[in-house]
């Protein structure tokens, strides 16, 4: 009996040992050079994509269903999909474009793309991704919601940011508050620079509350990705057979250094 425990517990030490613990998360990306533009600096360079943004590993994006620029402010919308070209991004497929606003506002920069299926975990993912830039001194209208699926609504102003700032979002689905719902917070760990002391350590996780509200002060400058988890209320047919949808509402942040270098 003694040895049968003995052999027991050495292969579930080699289980623990040699099957990974931590599956690394998924996030649609848009980043954007710049987050405020002025009279000097009137355009930015922005980059969707679909990636492990501390781990710095990408995944294939197909072309998206919806990329739009909404000027939150006046109601202005901008259909940015014709004006995406592919490019490579950690050695996978993404798209990118110019963004060149010509009218004073707040813009929220939108994608939804198509579901991506994930066979690790036997579902489809989808996360309508968005993020804001000021432009021309204006920043009224930054927390209105979208009407999407699943969205982040910034409660703090999504852009003008130190790093250390607390920054807070509202979760909504078909546009109610989602409570006690996972969000997953990353760094986007550029050239790999900074090191996790363990797994757990490469994604942080927030419960939103009974409002649907999440907090987080990021520590460092840089972007920041915020995903909130929620499953459709639909499935998709994989192989015939009916697969469960996680819907993710992404918001991408950006913080500053205190010192402007």
Known sequence: ??????????????????????????????????TMLDQRHRKTTVVFAFLHPFEQTGMNLAKPDVVKAV??????????????????????????????????????????????????EDKFIKHITKTYIGAFGEEDGWGKPLGLEVEVVPITRPFGLYAGNVFQGKVLKNGKPVVGTNVEVEYFNK???VKAYTEYMVTQVIHTDD???FTYAPPRPGWWGFSALTTADYKIKHKGQEKPVEV???????FLPWNKK
């Not at 990118?96 to 994608?111: A, D």
């Not at 993710?248 to 950006?254: D, M, N, P, S, T």
Request: charge should be positive; proline fraction near 8%; aromatic fraction near 14%.
């Open 71 to 120: 000027n939150m402010t006046h109601g202005r919308v901008i259909n940015l999909l014709p004006k995406i070209r592919p490019i490579k991004i950690l050695n996978h497929r993404a798209w990118k474009t110019i963004f060149r606003p010509n009218f004073p506002g707040v813009y929220c920069l939108y994608m939804v793309p198509k579901p991506y299926w994930e066979p690790a």
């Open 211 to 213: 409002n649907g509200i």
């Open 248 to 254: 993710g509402g992404v918001i991408w942040v950006k």
């Open 191 to 193: 050239g790999s620079k």
């Open 1 to 34: 009996m003694a040895l049968k425990n003995y052999f027991r517990k050495t292969v579930m030490f080699l289980l623990i040992l040699f099957v990974p613990s931590v599956c690394f998360a998924h996030f649609g990306t848009i980043l954007t050079k710049r």
